[in-house]
Nanobody, 128 residues
Framework: QVQLVESGGGLVQAGGSLRLSCAAS????????LGWFRQAPGKEREFVAA????????DSADSVKGRLTISRDNAKNTVHLQMNSLTPEDTAVYYC?????????????????????WGQGTQVTVSS
């Protein structure tokens, strides 16, 4: 049973940066694709970014390309989301999730139903 715990959320002004982290326990993350999703008030949860088990392949939503970057450290069982040039539209609860275990080191997914394990979320608020 993989357990995920997010950290790093908070309040930031528009144009600022935050770095979210997600620490895993109870399993070896190197076999799982990892993703970040977010849910704004009154909206459905949406895909933000994903990274393959090896870290060699990434995917991200068009709305965050060039601003939000996913990375992982398999030795430390962690995944990060570097968030730059934030706008009020990025305000949401951000969730870390793990999909797998995968037979491919380069597989990623943007589909929520592929993700078996989820963290509790961390709030990101961007003020204008």
């Amino acid at each position: 049973q993989v357990q995920l715990v997010e950290s790093g959320g908070g309040l930031v002004q528009a144009g600022g940066s935050l770095r979210l982290s997600c620490a895993a326990s109870g399993g070896t993350l190197s076999r799982y694709a990892l993703g970040w999703f977010r849910q704004a008030p009154g909206k459905e949860r949406e895909f933000v970014a994903a990274i393959s088990p090896s870290g060699g392949s990434t995917d991200s939503a068009d709305s965050v390309k060039g601003r939000l970057t996913i990375s992982r450290d398999n030795a430390k069982n962690t995944v990060h989301l570097q968030m730059n040039s934030l706008t009020p539209e990025d305000t949401a609860v951000y969730y870390c999730a793990a999909a797998g275990p995968s037979v491919s080191y380069y597989w990623t997914s943007s589909r929520m139903y592929d993700y078996r394990y989820w963290g509790q979320g961390t709030q990101v608020t961007v003020s204008s």
